[in-house]
């Protein structure tokens, strides 16, 4: 398997410069004459080998720069996991009043996640769902795409899988 590169700068730099044509491109995919589940399939065979060719340990960008929500049962999960007090853990790590403002359980206060040690998450084994399922490609790709693309600039896999995707349908 040969890996691609992660620059992250780069990334960074063309969702920036090229923000009006991933703009574009979000209509031209809501327009596009694929039904939800041929887009979703095309989609999902697209990212599956660029999700196998990027080294997360080697980005954790993410992990530096989104916020993590999390259920009652991720925190639960995480506390008896990692030995920490729940309510420990509540108190120091999770902020229950923002993230309720966003209609979620939780959402951790620190941005890097404190649980990121280098670029290695230290609680791999019991992290939140929404760190395991990240990024989100499908279901509903089509009407996903905008949140999606913001995360182009962020996130390696992102990026690629929208590149590849531009080039499959001879945007
Ligand atoms: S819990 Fe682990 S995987 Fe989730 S954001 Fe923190 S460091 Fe990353
Ligand atoms: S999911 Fe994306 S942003 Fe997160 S570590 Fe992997 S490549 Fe980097």
Known sequence: MILLPIDLAFIAAEAIN????????????????????????????????????????????????????????DAERLAAGSFIPLERLLNDTVDRDRADENGEWGVFRHKPCQFLKGKLCSVYEHRPESCRMYPVFTPDFRWT????????????????TIEQLQQELGW
Do not use: M, W
């Open 18 to 73: 090229r923000a009006d044509d991933y703009d574009a491109f979000r209509y031209f995919v809501e327009l596009d004459e694929r039904t939800d589940a041929e887009l979703d399939a095309l989609v999902e065979k697209i990212a599956a080998p660029i999700i196998a060719a990027i080294d997360c340990k080697q980005c954790a960008n993410c992990c530096r720069s989104l916020d993590v929500y999390l259920t009652e049962s």
């Open 145 to 160: 795409i905008e949140e999606i693309l913001g995360g182009v600039g962020l996130c390696p896999i992102i990026y690629h």
